[in-house]
């Protein structure tokens, strides 16, 4: 009898295998980043099964399928619990779309460079933080692509989270409620400032100046739409060193001044009606050091929506509704089996006062990004989700450019409370009500507009 080294169950044991050994390195069938790194494709480091949703389900899901309550049964152990829980009871569809091969659309272009040029650069110091090998600060990129670690892991995604070095989002947020009406709507900017680990090509990895020398990031929420809640705006200053708690500055305009805000303000709403709380974003809101007992507890595909997310046709960015009791508490989403994500737990030790027990988020070993985060109360009850889709913003002949190169970024989030069932629903805009525009790399000129406590006073104005 022949028996075969790669039959259907090789990548389950080997999977198995490097979580129970610890022993996490991307690819299986070879090491993938050194594939990247010669042609971008990821076919050499993968069999079939994990390539082809087709082969995975054994014909019972292909490409252009939607995945319904009918269907769902077929890929529950590719989708976190919040997810299966939306697609099985509550109406929601996902559809297929073919597994992305060529890594280049998975990144902004500048960022994939600067993973590829510091490759093996990175390393922790005493403290946890992430440095370069002769001890400065990181210079760019993925400083982990093939992370080995939990930490690791999470420390790809919290040193840049939207992996430009300046971003201006335009956000359009809809609240829903349990019985599906729509509750609350906002318009915000959310803003993004990275002081470290810039990738902008011939520039210094570093902001110059004192202010900057030890922070990691500047970030701001500013909210423009409803008249009631306009001005209303924080601003979150992260440090480099990661066991730092951010500066946590509000605007309020009911008291017409700038306070600080405490650090457990992190894990409430921002505005009313909102589920996502600050902490959520990016599923590193907090400095990855103010949160421990990190550990890897599965790996496996997974479905993520990581292309397929930006149509020409969504006016204004903005996807179909679907689903709920009104028809409107889903965005419509493509999603593609990704063949290699590992699965990491954290609890949020430096907040003794936290309602969140512990998060489990999935990362996607071909880009280092989250594909899934769930959280859990202090009871160790499943309590919220807060699931993105990403696309490079090409379609066709639609293309949104990030200088020279077709942009990548995030579209939509679906941030869900399935203990009160309530839903809210952020999608990126190209422009919001009023002509405020998406933008990425925009320039320094964002710190003065937006990202300093004046400035918060003069825009809740």
């Known amino acids: 009898m022949h028996i075969r080294k790669y039959d259907f169950n090789y990548s389950r044991r080997h999977f198995m295998q490097s979580v129970s050994k610890g022993v996490i390195t991307a690819g299986v069938l070879s090491p993938l980043w050194p594939?990247?790194?010669?042609?971008?494709?990821?076919?050499?480091?993968?069999?079939?099964?994990?390539?082809?949703?087709?082969?995975?389900?054994?014909?019972?899901?292909?490409?252009?399928?939607?995945?319904?309550?009918?269907?769902?049964?077929?890929?529950?152990?590719?989708?976190?619990?919040?997810?299966?829980?939306?697609?099985?009871?509550?109406?929601?569809?996902?559809?297929?779309?073919?597994?992305?091969?060529?890594?280049?659309?998975?990144?902004?272009?500048?960022?994939?460079?600067?993973?590829?040029?510091?490759?093996?650069?990175?390393?922790?110091d005493a403290t946890g933080n992430v440095t370069t090998k002769d001890g400065n600060r990181w210079v760019g990129g993925n400083p982990f692509p093939d992370g080995n670690t939990a930490e690791e892991l999470t420390a790809n995604i919290t040193l840049s989270w939207g992996r430009h070095d300046q971003s201006v989002y335009g956000i359009a947020d809809q609240d829903i409620g349990a019985d599906g009406n729509l509750e609350y709507e906002y318009d915000l900017l959310w803003v993004e400032m990275n002081t470290s680990g810039l990738v902008a090509t011939g520039n210094s990895p570093y902001m110059e100046g004192k202010t900057f020398q030890d922070k990691l990031r500047y970030m701001g929420v500013i909210f423009t739409y409803p008249n009631d809640s306009k001005g209303t705006s924080f601003l979150n200053t992260w440090y480099y060193d990661q066991t730092k708690f951010p500066d946590l500055y509000g605007y309020l305009p009911a008291f017409k001044r700038v306070r600080r805000f405490p650090t457990n303000q992190r894990f409430e709403p921002m505005v009313p009606g909102?589920?996502?709380?600050?902490?959520?974003?990016?599923?590193?809101?907090?400095?990855?050091?103010?949160?421990?007992n990190y550990k890897i507890v599965g790996r496996g595909p997974m479905l993520g929506a990581q292309s397929g997310n930006f149509r020409a046709e969504n006016k204004n960015w903005t996807p179909p509704l679907h689903g709920g009791p009104k028809g409107i508490t889903f965005f419509d989403t493509y999603m593609e089996m990704c063949p290699d994500c590992v699965i990491v737990e954290a609890e949020p030790n430096g907040y003794p006062r936290s309602p969140v027990g512990k998060k489990r988020f999935a990362i996607d070993m071909r880009n280092g990004a989250f594909i899934s985060y769930v959280t859990f109360d202090r009871r160790g009850q499943l309590w919220k989700s807060h699931e993105p889709t990403y696309s490079q913003m090409v379609d066709g002949d639609v293309r949104v450019m990030d200088r020279e190169h077709p942009a990548w970024s995030w579209g939509s989030v679906h941030s869900h409370d399935v203990q009160t069932n309530r839903m809210s629903r952020l999608c990126?805009?190209?422009?919001?009500?009023?002509?405020?525009?998406?933008?990425?790399?925009?320039?320094?000129?964002?710190?003065?507009?937006?990202?300093?406590?004046?400035?918060?006073?003069?825009?809740?104005?």
């Open 35 to 124: 594939l990247i790194g010669n042609s971008a494709e990821i076919d050499k480091a993968y069999p079939e099964e994990l390539l082809s949703i087709e082969a995975y389900t054994k014909g019972k899901i292909k490409v252009g399928d939607v995945i319904t309550a009918d269907n769902v049964e077929y890929v529950k152990d590719m989708l976190d619990p919040i997810a299966y829980i939306e697609v099985s009871q509550q109406g929601r569809r996902i559809n297929i779309v073919d597994t992305t091969r060529d890594v280049t659309k998975m990144f902004p272009h500048e960022y994939l460079e600067a993973t590829l040029r510091n490759q093996g650069q990175g390393m922790f």
């Open 274 to 292: 909102m589920t996502m709380f600050l902490s959520d974003g990016w599923g590193t809101g907090d400095p990855m050091l103010t949160w421990g």
């Open 428 to 461: 990126q805009v190209e422009e919001l009500r009023g002509g405020q525009k998406s933008q990425y790399n925009g320039g320094i000129e964002i710190y003065d507009r937006y990202l300093t406590t004046q400035a918060l006073q003069r825009l809740g104005r």
